[in-house]
């Protein structure tokens, strides 16, 4: 429901630019940081983590792993560096799959 209202509150050209914004850092971040193994670690942090944060969380990372060759390395920095931030928002970023 926080889209809704944030669609009520904005309007939907807004809500639809924030969206591209996720889009957009989502396919930055499975190009240089997924191993193959965190698509869905990924997508989740993007769509539910909120926007002025995950700006912030992949400006540090890109610059924190700039140097870096591993992407072991990069994905482990990142998962670590997203996982924190949720936790400090009290966000589960777990996929939880009915049986």
Do not use: H, W
Request: charged residues 30%; contains cysteine; glycine residues 4%.
């Amino acid at each position: 429901m926080p889209n809704l209202y944030f669609i009520k509150e904005n309007g939907i050209d807004e809500f639809l630019e924030q969206q591209k914004i996720r889009m957009e850092i989502l396919a930055g971040m499975l190009a240089n940081f997924d191993e193959g193994r965190t698509k869905s670690f990924f997508c989740l942090s993007c769509a539910l983590l909120p926007l002025d944060q995950l700006l912030t969380l992949y400006i540090v990372l890109k610059a924190d792993v700039a140097e870096s060759v591993d992407l072991k390395d990069k994905n482990k920095k990142a998962r670590t560096l997203f996982t924190d931030a949720a936790r400090s928002l009290s966000i589960s970023l777990r996929l939880n799959k009915k049986l």
